[in-house]
């Protein structure tokens, strides 16, 4: 697959987890990364149970991406209304996906939540949704720290798979 030139929206989650790998350089500076203003303040909590090396700085992830998007009611209501299956999502992937279905550019969205997987194969969107593992390797970054299951390429196609043949 030819390596993605639009919008990469991410969740908490991929932030999280290229933070605790030390890839966030590499996902951002190879790629537009955008989030949601609701993910940037979930990367804000918990960090009490974090090791100091994987507290993020606010101010250096909101520097770092190419735009942080803020999402209203409207766009919520109009998400919900389309997928029922939304209000089964956390917050920041309610933000992510309502902010998605506004876009009118060739965007693909990195989240491993099984829900939000689910979502975006109801919304017709199985081919917008990507794993970190693929988007870090045609960045050609090799982490040096093994990415979580959920964040492989392996996991990403048998979880879609999965999804979608009980999607139906």
């Known amino acids: 697959m030819a390596r993605h030139r639009g919008a990469v929206l991410v969740d908490t989650n991929v932030i999280l987890e290229c933070w605790r ?3 966030w350089r590499a996902l951002a500076g190879g790629y537009g990364v955008e989030t949601v203003e609701d993910c940037v303040i979930e990367t ?5 149970r974090r ?3 994987q507290q993020i700085d606010r101010a250096a992830l ?3 991406l190419k735009a942080v998007h803020k999402v209203g009611d409207r766009e919520r209501a109009a998400a919900i209304v389309r997928e029922p299956l939304f209000s089964f999502l956390d917050p920041g992937e309610q933000a992510l996906w309502a902010h998605a279905l506004t876009r009118t550019d060739a965007w693909v969205l990195c989240g491993p939540d099984k829900a939000s997987l689910r979502v975006g194969i109801r919304l017709g969107c199985r081919d917008r949704l990507v794993a970190l593992e ?7 970054h090799r982490p040096a720290t093994p990415l979580r299951a959920a964040y492989t390429s392996n996991w990403h196609a048998k979880t879609l798979g999965e999804l979608a043949v009980g999607s139906h």
């Open 21 to 23: 790998i030390n890839a």
């Open 44 to 48: 804000q909590t918990g960090f009490q």
């Open 51 to 53: 090791k100091p090396e």
């Open 62 to 64: 909101v520097h770092s």
């Open 134 to 140: 693929g988007l870090l390797k045609d960045a050609r």
